[in-house]
């Protein structure tokens, strides 16, 4: 029976020291600190977007504003506003070197900045559309010109001089080319006309010449056969 009173007793939580008491009061205050921070926190992202809502409002309706810079502002601050200026349908970008300097511009969609004026911006200078401008017409201005240079430089090449004139003791008065019209074939070396190799003989005719060579053939290949013939009979 002692032994199962004491298995109770020990197993049963021992009651909080003086020490014990007191940190767990120390981590309750620190944890409504921390819970209250959060809300005051919480409170002034509410109030800070409201008041970007109110003044991204004021931006669309004045038409005389195509873009509107802001002063630098922190981290979060600038995640807002770049959300409200979105759900508004306008551009935000950020620009600076470093955290502490960052700042937000908006422009209006139909006032969007080019690739030039977003590096200026980003090289820290400011923007200027009269010198911006200037600036566009010495380009196109440029460009023409290398143009025209190009074109000069694809022209083929006139010679100077008349290569006829200048090889003349060469190839002659006249080129290869030209003279190659008057060429005329030499009969001496068997080119004969057409109408001279044309065989206008009968049938008739060409049949008896061919038997009459036969005949003479034959006869030349045996000439003692009316000889032998005789000596037979």
């Given at each position: 029976?002692a ?5 109770i ?11 014990d008491?007191e ?8 944890a ?5 921070m959060q ?14 809502e109110?003044?991204?409002?004021d ?9 509107k ?9 600038r ?15 950020s ?11 908006l ?29 566009r ?12 240079v190009?074109?000069t430089q694809?022209?083929p ?5 008349n ?7 060469l ?23 057409v109408?001279?190799k044309r ?6 005719e ?11 053939k034959k ?5 003692g ?5 005789g000596?037979?009979?």
């Amino acid at each position: 029976m002692a032994d199962l009173l004491g298995s109770i007793l020990s197993s049963m939580e021992k009651p909080p020291t003086v020490g014990d008491q007191e940190s767990r009061r120390k981590a309750r205050e620190q944890a409504a600190r921390l819970k209250k921070m959060q809300e005051e926190e919480k409170r002034k992202k509410a109030e800070f977007r409201k008041k970007m809502e109110k003044d991204v409002s004021d931006f669309i309706q004045d038409s005389t504003l195509q873009k509107k810079k802001y002063e630098p502002m922190g981290k979060i601050e600038r995640s807002i506003l770049h959300d409200v200026a979105e759900v508004a349908g306008l551009t935000s970008f950020s620009f600076g070197e470093d955290e502490e300097s960052r700042y937000v511009m908006l422009f209006k969609k139909e006032f969007a900045p080019s690739d030039e004026e977003l590096e200026a911006y980003r090289k820290g200078e400011e923007w200027d559309q009269a010198k911006a401008e200037e600036r566009r017409k010495l380009r196109e201005q440029a460009a023409l010109e290398e143009e025209a240079v190009s074109q000069t430089q694809k022209r083929p090449a006139s010679p100077s001089s008349n290569y006829r004139d200048k090889y003349s003791h060469l190839i002659g008065t006249s080129a290869a080319k030209d003279a190659a019209h008057t060429l005329e074939a030499n009969r001496a070396y068997g080119c004969v006309p057409v109408a001279n190799k044309r065989d206008t003989r009968s049938i008739e005719e060409a049949m008896n010449e061919i038997r009459a060579k036969k005949r003479l053939k034959k006869g030349e290949e045996d000439p003692g056969t009316s000889s032998s013939g005789g000596g037979k009979l």
